[in-house]
């Protein structure tokens, strides 16, 4: 069972907007920063948000990240096929002194 | 740019010790910030977090693995090596290394390896 707390699955269809969530504690979202990771089938997780709301260069605008208390959010707006994919959260675990992870949410364009 | 890549064996044994390389180019292990993790990803896709070693050479190890993990580094390399003893079949996982900087994009993994499957087996 995964420290941190994301809905299994998501929809939404092509041009919609969809947010994830990401449910902690203080002891982890409550006290550090949130990352989130895209995996494509087949392939490494790749960041997408950093520091709560940062992206990389290279990620689309239409990724954005929010943090409040002890979770936080991802939202994709404009949603396309190519999003398709698993998405999971991450923070820093204080008693683990490593990093925690979601169990990952299965995100399907209809 | 930051590229990782992980080598080791596809296929272990019960009880044997594993061995995970790490090689590291784009950065330098010995760079102020900068953290080198192991990750692992369970066939049923979650993500486990096993250890880390820090530019310092200071270590963290996750508390429920943590008598079977060592991690060290080579700077002479840009290599990060992983051993886990006492392997089980419920070690089979992908296993990732992943590049972390406190001064960039924080403490948590940003560059992440391709990733090699490790299969446990009789």
């Known amino acids: 069972q995964s420290v941190l707390t994301q809905p299994p699955s998501a929809s939404g269809t092509p041009g919609q907007r969809i947010t994830i969530s990401c449910s902690g504690s203080?002891?982890?979202?409550?006290?550090?920063?949130v990352s989130w990771y895209q995996q494509l089938p087949g392939t490494a997780p790749n960041l997408l948000i950093y520091?709560?709301?940062q992206r990389p260069s290279g990620v689309p605008d239409r990724f954005s990240g929010s943090k409040s208390g002890t979770s936080a959010s991802l939202a994709i707006s404009g949603l396309r096929s190519e999003d398709e994919a698993d998405y999971y959260c991450?923070?820093?675990?204080?008693?683990?002194?490593?990093?925690?992870f979601g169990g990952g949410t299965k995100l399907t364009v209809l | 740019q930051i590229t990782l890549k992980e080598s080791g064996p596809t296929l272990v044994k019960p009880t044997q010790t594993l061995t995970l390389t790490c090689t590291c180019s784009?950065?330098?292990?010995?760079?102020?910030?900068?953290?080198l993790s192991w990750i692992r990803q369970t066939p049923g896709k979650a993500l486990e977090w096993l250890a880390l070693?820090?530019?310092?050479?200071?270590?963290r190890y996750s508390p429920s693995l943590k008598t079977r993990l060592t991690i060290t580094k080579d700077t002479s390399k840009n290599q990060v090596v992983l051993t886990m003893t006492n392997m089980d079949p419920v070690d089979t996982a992908t296993y990732y290394c992943?590049?972390?900087?406190?001064?960039?994009?924080?403490?948590?993994?940003?560059?992440w390896g391709q990733g090699t499957l490790v299969t446990v087996s009789s």
């Open positions: 070693i820090y530019w310092d050479d200071d270590r």
């Open positions: 784009g950065f330098s292990l010995s760079t102020g910030g900068v953290g």
């Open positions: 520091k709560n709301n």
């Open positions: 203080s002891s982890n979202i409550g006290s550090s920063y």
């Open positions: 991450a923070t820093w675990g204080d008693s683990l002194s490593g990093p925690v």
């Open positions: 992943a590049h972390s900087s406190s001064l960039t994009t924080g403490p948590l993994p940003a560059y």
